[in-house]
């Protein structure tokens, strides 16, 4: 595997076998101003939410990105839907900078990009039925003419797993699980390119999760989707994603495939994420030794000097962790991550027995 | 065996609406002595939250009909006035809920909401209880617990709520403290951090923990014994190891087998349980469960299987032999993980 994250200064290592990323993000920045009085507003400082972020998302891959809340994964995936317009940086879709398109010029765009939200219930209009909901974005974007439109619905909802018969039923008259698939219903709805899921089954049951974890890896064979998958649950990020992206405070600190992360993380911080994943196995789990991280997330107002992670990091050395800012580096091929004393590559499997 | 600390007993609470009998707990029995941490497993909609909420008397709408005995050191709460009951919950027993957002009222300050719950019980003047208060944060790991007492919950982060519940609901340092998934609304490493902190106050205050959860992932390690809720009836209760090594139920074998594991090989598929949780007015006839059963008989159509004990207080409601149970689940279920 070629390197996907790189300096923006540097070229890629070398071409990558799965040919031109389809998307491309590069230095993004998103700080929203914090502001004081009411009629003249002064700006007092900035939310650096996302704060340089270099991220290749190849064709047909999942890419999952995990972190704590707060940490920006929500507004990197805004940013890369233009729901949210980026404070610096470019984004590049199948080679097309977005960031700066006019709304008539990114509409083309928006066809092949869509999301998937946390709650399914307050991403669904309470009051049209299932049949309107999923068919609204053909009316938008008039793919399909009038009179097939209800076809093409019931079509997607027999393909999600939902019963054709209950167009015409409210989102109240589903279950949680059910609501999602109408929801991944919508999103397939324009044959798009790439499905951003932003926390898709962290409001489920864990026997629905597997439902629709499953659901989500059959479409994507069918259609071929690429997926970013946000979610802060490791296991669940590591089950579907072929690389993982870990955000920490608005930056990318660490970025592999799910098993060499899993097997030699190198960032402390994903080394913390992953012991505190729980395991569904009483001795295992007795076994397994934790690094518990103290304190919570910094605020991203004044996010810490030198490497971010230092004021709760177990490894962190003074000065060089307070001063110097660390760049992500190769450790593994395909393997990239931000910090001055990594982990060793057996570190963890120590831990956790 | 030690003495209960609370003993429920075929306990049911049955709705009744427009639409018919809500059959929310159905005839659950269990037992918790001190010290111990029982989990209860199951779906949304298993009757999890209701039996507790129940055994707390807080269910009081009026077509709530409520039937068995939850004694509580040999007393019987179901039969308690509720001013005599009111003493005991809070005092005794008390609860932390998912979103500590909503169980925290965001006009007051942090402090003043323990100070009160402290006042409803004890003798105590305004400014001890809010002494007890910081005592209280401290111990729960509130960094400059002075301070924080005098902000508003919406100057907490999720987990430092979930924190400032749990001081609140341990202020009284009751007997049984019950948690209605906990960590659910909460980062992994933080989710850590309040599972370990329920543990390390559960030995300090000697105090019993119920730990109701959807996720069998989550409570491995901090439960003695676990029982698996389905359409608000017990199908499997046993010890912690049983269900995790020796289930005998296809439903806990469901849950199981949904989860994603962070040690497992990738490109399992997983397996999740067919279908959805049944409506709790038109529950399948015979096994509850039969329609999202892979091994589902005829006789699972026909009878309601007992829950029936097999090793230990080790008990299951499932009509497969306990010879078929422990093949199929040392070979499809075990084999998997």
């Known amino acids: ?353 | 065996m030690p003495e209960p600390l609370l003993e429920v007993k075929d306990l049911k609470v049955h709705f009744s609406t427009d639409d018919g009998i809500v059959k929310a707990v159905d005839g659950i029995s269990f037992s918790i002595a001190p010290g111990e941490t029982l989990g209860v497993v199951g779906e949304s909609g298993s009757g999890k939250s209701v039996s507790f909420l129940t055994i707390m008397g807080l269910i009081r709408s009026k077509g709530a009909l409520i039937s068995g005995e939850v004694l509580f050191r040999g007393q019987d709460l179901l039969k308690l006035p509720s001013d005599e009951l009111r003493h005991i919950r809070g005092a005794k027993i008390s609860m932390i809920f998912q979103d500590p957002m909503t169980s925290l009222h965001p006009f007051y300050k942090v402090g003043a909401q323990i100070s009160e719950a402290i006042r409803a019980h004890q003798d105590v003047s305004k400014k001890e209880a809010l002494n007890q208060s910081v005592e209280m944060l401290r111990r729960v790991g509130i960094p400059r617990p002075e301070e924080r007492a005098k902000q508003y919950p919406h100057e907490f982060s999720g987990g430092m709520r979930q924190r400032a519940m749990i001081a609140m609901a341990l202020s009284l340092n009751p007997d049984l403290l019950i948690a209605d998934e906990p960590t659910t609304a909460l980062d992994v490493t933080v989710q850590a951090q309040i599972l370990d902190l329920i543990d390390r106050l559960k030995e300090e205050f000697d105090a019993a923990v119920v730990m109701i959860t959807h996720d069998l992932g989550v409570v491995a390690e901090h439960c003695d014994d676990i029982m698996v809720m389905y359409a608000g009836k017990a199908v499997e209760y046993g010890e912690a190891r049983d269900i995790y090594y020796n289930s005998h139920h296809p439903y806990t074998w469901g849950l199981l087998q949904s989860i994603t594991r962070i040690d497992e090989d990738l490109g399992e598929r997983l397996r999740p349980i067919k279908g959805l949780p049944p409506s709790l007015i038109f529950v399948p006839r015979g096994c509850a469960f039969h329609p999202r059963c892979p091994y589902v008989m005829d006789v699972c159509k026909q009878e309601v299987p007992p829950l029936l004990p097999s090793a230990g207080h080790h008990s299951s409601a499932c009509h497969l032999s306990l010879a078929e149970k422990e093949r199929i689940f040392d070979q499809e279920v075990a084999a998997q993980r």
């Open chain 1, 1 to 353: 595997m070629s390197v996907q994250v790189t300096e923006r200064t540097e070229p890629p290592a070398e071409p990558s076998p799965r040919g031109e990323p389809l998307v491309r993000l590069r230095g993004v920045k998103k700080h929203f101003p914090i502001t004081r009085g009411i009629i003249f507003q002064k700006k007092i400082g900035n939310v650096h939410a996302v704060d340089g972020i270099d991220l290749d998302v190849y064709p047909g891959e999942t890419v999952g990105l995990v972190g704590e809340t707060g940490c920006g994964k929500s507004t990197t995936a805004r940013l890369i839907m233009r729901l949210m317009d980026a404070t610096e940086g470019e984004i590049l879709f199948q080679g097309q900078d977005i960031t700066k398109l006019t709304p008539r010029k990114l509409r083309p765009f928006r066809r092949e990009m869509q999301m998937i939200f946390q709650d399914p219930y307050a991403s669904l209009n309470p009051r049209h039925t299932v049949g309107s909901i999923i068919g609204a974005p053909f009316h938008l974007h008039k793919t399909v003419p009038k009179n097939k439109v209800k076809d093409e619905v019931r079509e997607l909802m027999e393909l999600v797993g939902l019963n054709p018969e209950h167009y015409n039923r409210y989102p109240h008259e589903f279950s949680g699980g059910q609501r999602q698939r109408i929801g991944v219903a919508r999103a397939l709805a324009l044959r798009p390119k790439l499905i951003v899921c932003d926390e898709p089954v962290s409001a489920l049951d864990v026997s629905i999760q597997a439902q629709i974890l499953n659901l989500l890896e059959d479409l994507q064979e069918e259609f071929k989707l690429t997926y970013l998958f946000i979610a802060h649950d490791l296991s669940v990020v590591r089950h579907v994603s072929d690389r993982v992206a870990v955000m920490y405070l608005g930056r990318i600190v660490e970025v592999a495939d799910g098993k060499t992360l899993y097997e030699t993380p190198k960032h402390p911080y994903t080394g913390a994420l992953l012991s505190a994943v729980p395991i569904p196995d009483p001795e295992l789990a007795a076994k397994k030794r934790r690094i518990i991280l103290e304190g919570d997330v910094p605020s991203p107002i004044n996010p810490p000097s030198g490497c971010r992670f230092h004021p709760r990091c177990p490894r962190a050395q003074f000065p060089t962790c307070k001063e110097f800012d660390p760049d992500l580096e190769e450790f593994h091929p395909g393997q990239l991550a931000a910090c001055h004393f990594p982990l060793e590559d057996r570190a963890l499997m120590e831990a956790t027995g």
